[in-house]
């Protein structure tokens, strides 16, 4: 494996080339990565980065929103079945006929969810800045694409907006139950329980802090506690445990896996730098129209 390692750090500085990790990645995907965090963060490497090829370790979305915001680069993802269940409870034509119900009320896009859907979208939002996404609207009314978890959750936080959801979810996170959160605080009462906000808005509630994925990692750098219940996927507790070994890390169940996110490995990172395959292409309308619905998120200040 070091020797893997070392062939694709020499491939990435004879092409100019970076790796984006998202959280969930394989633990070991950090070792080539030269930018590992949450959506938001990822995004704004692909926007500043000056190399030729961006490889992604992460599913689907994330790559092709990396295209769609630095479309002279050749993104490459090392897994082409690396999709993201959320991203697919929703289709361009699911998409055109959810906003027909709701004329004039605009259009709230999570990251997680194809090039065609954002495209049809006002304005775009990751978990880390949802809530300042749909602030900045100014709006008492918004439509919320896919997840309808995030939607509720946002609508809480925002006294006076109402948001009217599409019915997605993720999976690994919406089976969290209210009973797992009550068992870990009878359990561990001294550990602060961290949430990202794809559970349900009842299992947000019961948390200490609930927010994205770097925001989970960030929470626990600036605590001073040392005992945290991670209810999000395993890929954050790994890192967590890597990084601090001196405190305590509880993942919430033991299946918060997402697949998709497992599936790239380093030889497929290799494989893909080496010969420059599964490249991200987009139809240039639909690139143009889904940019403007990311670059206006990336202009509001969070
Ligand atoms: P983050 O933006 O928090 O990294 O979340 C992405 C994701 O897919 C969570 O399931
Ligand atoms: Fe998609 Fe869920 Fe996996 Fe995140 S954890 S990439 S929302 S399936």
New binding site residues.
Partial sequence: MKNLVERIKKLKSEKNAIVLA???QNIEIDEVADFV????YLSRQAEKTDADIIVFAG?YFMAQTAKIISPSKKVLLPNLHAG?L?ADMINHEQMVNFKKNYPDIPVVCY??STAEVKAECDICC???NAVEIVRSLNTKRVLFVPDANLGKWVEKQLNGVEVIAYNGN?P??HNVKISDIKEARDKYPLAKILI?P?CKPEISALGDYVG????IIDYVKKSPEKQFVIV??KGVADRLKRDYPDREFILIKDDML?ESMKLTTLEEIWHALEYEVNEINLDEEVRRLSYNCIDRMLKVPV
Avoid at 212 to 215: A, C, F, I, K, V
């Fill in positions: 998202h959280s969930y965090g949450d959506s938001l599913v993201c959320m990251i997680n990751t978990s880390s993720c690994v996170h990202h794809e994205s994925t770097s925001g999000t996927e997402c």
